[in-house]
Nanobody, 118 residues
């Protein structure tokens, strides 16, 4: 069974920064991509950023220029550096992993809360 555990959320003022971490553990898992998603109250979950095992990254338009996704394959960990945070970034942030051969993310963490005050 694979577990994804997020950390690093919290309360920050507008313009501030946070770094989220996600550690994957378990038996015999291989992810070809990991990503960060977020869900604000009464909103649908949306993709924030993804990174493949080859290091290719993609960002939502709202994250471009402010957020950076990175990974440490040896530690099975993925990070999301978030700068210039705004109140509209307030959401629960979820880490996800995509198993090799799958078309979408099939493993999810429990989420970490990010609150940005104005």
């Amino acid at each position: 069974q694979v577990q994804l555990v997020e950390s690093g959320g919290g309360l920050v003022q507008a313009g501030g920064s946070l770094r989220l971490s996600c550690a994957a553990s378990g038996r015999s898992f291989r992810f070809d991509a990991m990503g960060w998603f977020r869900q604000a109250p009464r909103q649908q979950r949306e993709l924030v950023a993804t990174i493949t095992s080859g290091g290719s990254t993609k960002y939502a338009d709202s994250a471009k220029g402010r957020f950076t996704i990175s990974g440490d394959s040896a530690k099975h960990t993925v990070y999301l550096q978030m700068n210039s945070l705004q109140p509209e970034d307030t959401a629960a942030y979820y880490c996800a992993g995509r198993s090799e051969g799958n078309s979408w993310f099939d493993h999810w963490g429990q989420g970490t809360r990010v609150t940005v005050s104005s």
